[in-house]
């Protein structure tokens, strides 16, 4: 019973290029959640999303920032045009139902780092 | 605008002894409360929860309390032991808005000593 993956787990970068991120949620669950943790701090949430449907992104920034879940494979986290602040560790979660009592289930991590 | 606070960054007990550790919320229409546990490198893991109809969830050696008029949950573990000692972060929810996103809080770092 896998959980939450997550990959890259490391991820270098360069300013101006491009990361993209994967998470493949627990068998079964069909809502991902992406958070972001700087340095130093809690987990900021950034995207909700089911099955080829954005529920909430008020936590993504405006620009370069983007996600997708499709029918078929893992969600995608994609930040275009890197800059130095973007270096963080991105965490995916994955849910099985929205209600007052699910818990979100976590994967390990993805650690970008932008040179 | 930190709706989720966790105002002890770090807290040390002996092993055997009783560990508090504190989570303020500003949120009234915060419903649902969970506490993770996290290990460098790795996610957040799941410890607890308690749902706003109670003030009290035990589980083991874990013992979540909510105190709503004050916006203060509680999470106690014991007796302590040395592979407790991880950084636990507070988290919050509320079901109206939907969501499900978690609202975390900076995190506490828990030292278990012998």
């Known amino acids: 019973n896998a959980g939450v993956m997550q990959n890259p787990r490391h991820l270098v970068r360069r300013r101006g290029q491009e990361a993209r991120l994967r998470c493949s949620p627990m068998k079964g669950h069909s809502h991902v959640y992406w958070y972001r943790q700087l340095p130093e701090e809690g987990l900021k949430f950034m995207v909700y999303l089911q099955k080829e449907n954005i529920i909430d992104e008020s936590g993504m920034p405006k620009e370069r920032f983007s996600a997708e879940f499709p029918k078929e494979g893992p969600s995608i986290l994609r930040i275009q045009q890197v800059v130095r602040g973007d270096s963080a560790a991105y965490f995916c979660?994955?849910?099985?139902?929205?209600?007052?009592?699910?818990?979100?289930?976590f994967g390990p991590g993805t650690r970008l780092t932008v040179l | 605008d930190q709706q989720v606070k966790q105002n002890s960054p770090s807290l040390s007990v002996q092993e055997g002894r009783i560990s508090i550790l504190n989570c303020d919320y500003t949120n009234s229409m915060f419903d649902y409360f969970l506490w993770y546990k996290k290990y460098p490198a790795e996610g957040p893991t799941f410890l607890i929860s308690i749902s706003s109809i109670k003030d009290k969830n035990e589980d083991g050696r874990f013992t979540v309390f909510l105190n709503k008029s004050a916006k203060h949950l509680s999470l106690h573990i014991v007796p302590s032991q040395p592979g407790d000692s991880a950084v636990y972060f507070c988290?919050?929810?509320?079901?109206?808005?939907?969501?499900?996103?978690?609202?975390f809080g900076t995190g506490t770092r828990l030292q278990v000593f012998p």
């Open positions: 979660a994955s849910s099985g139902l929205p209600s007052n009592y699910n818990e979100q289930f």
């Open positions: 988290a919050a929810s509320a079901s109206p808005y939907n969501t499900d996103k978690l609202i």
